[in-house]
């Protein structure tokens, strides 16, 4: 078990260079440098950063015919086989760095062409230490993204503490929360496009419930990052994703870094861990305070 210690964490609230899988890894790579030259231990990144979430600000728009077939050929390029070699150049960056990486991605099955999952990476010096694919894809999400197996809810023993997380509203799921609070987690990552103020009010809620230190990563993204010849109409507004990254404490629920909106930027916190075993003291929502006897499983 890691010992207790302190744990700077960075939040990279930054825009993916769309549809762009070798620009967008490139740009991941510098801000892992930027981060780790403020410090950061942990590094993370939005939901879907390689290369393009589906957000619902644009892309429920067009879902036949050549428009969408030319965007899901490009959406499936820029996507990322777990085993392949941009996953390996961030491996590398964490090396260099001395750093963990939680990062958001669109993920192609490593043994063929065919479905695109949205996942959640945790990388570290030694590798990929965990990848959990999106449990249920969010309304205009099933038209670009499988459903997950649901047998990697899991939580991460790492060198900096225990890692866990879910990915945009699979944080709104309980009995998804449940199950990655039995691993005792203490820093929660929660990768999002999600911008709004009720987004803030449950990562509050999860900090408080987990009695873990919370990193939510949403996307910034400007029109102006959209290339010209991206296949599908966008509206006319000149931001599709505010971003909102920001640091919950445990017990208290408070916002100790950001939220941030409206610009690309690094989010820092140091994470006290012995906070989140003070925090269980009060409330441990898979120990003392769970009474799994008689509310889990009810027949």
Not at 232 to 250: C, T
């Amino acid at each position: 078990m890691s010992e207790l210690q302190v744990v700077r964490v960075a939040a990279v609230q930054a825009t993916p260079v769309i549809l762009d899988l070798e620009g967008s890894v490139a740009k991941a790579i510098r801000l892992i440098a930027d981060a780790a030259g403020q410090g950061a231990q942990l590094v993370v990144f939005p939901e879907a950063f390689l290369s393009l979430y589906p957000s619902y600000a644009w892309a429920h728009l067009p879902t036949s015919g050549a428009q969408a077939d030319e965007f899901w050929e490009r959406f499936w390029e820029s996507s990322v086989a777990v085993d392949g070699a941009e996953v390996g150049a961030l491996v590398e960056a964490c090396r260099e760095h001395d750093v963990h990486v939680a990062i958001g991605v669109n993920e192609r099955e490593d043994a063929r062409p065919g479905s695109v999952y949205n996942s959640l990476l945790l990388l570290g010096p030694e590798g990929v230490l965990c990848r959990h694919r999106k449990l249920m894809p969010t309304y205009h999400e099933r038209l670009f993204h499988g459903v997950g197996a649901g047998d990697d809810l899991t939580v991460t023993e790492t060198a900096l503490g225990r890692i866990g997380g879910l990915i945009c509203w699979e944080n709104r799921m309980p009995l998804a929360r449940w199950a990655v609070y039995q691993g005792g987690p203490q820093i929660w990552v929660a990768p999002t496009a999600d911008d709004s103020d009720g987004w803030l009010a449950t990562i509050r809620h999860i900090a408080i419930e987990a009695g873990a230190y919370v990193v939510s990563v949403p996307q910034y993204i400007p029109r102006t990052a959209f290339p010209d010849d991206f296949p599908w109409p966008l509206p006319d507004h000149d931001v599709l994703g505010r971003g909102g990254a920001a640091i919950a404490a445990p017990a208290s629920g408070d916002l100790i870094a950001g939220p941030l909106y409206d610009a690309e930027g690094i989010v820092v916190a140091d994470c006290d861990l012995r906070e989140t075993l003070r925090a269980k003291r009060w409330f441990d929502a898979a120990g003392h305070y769970s009474r799994a006897d008689v509310l889990w499983p009810r027949r």
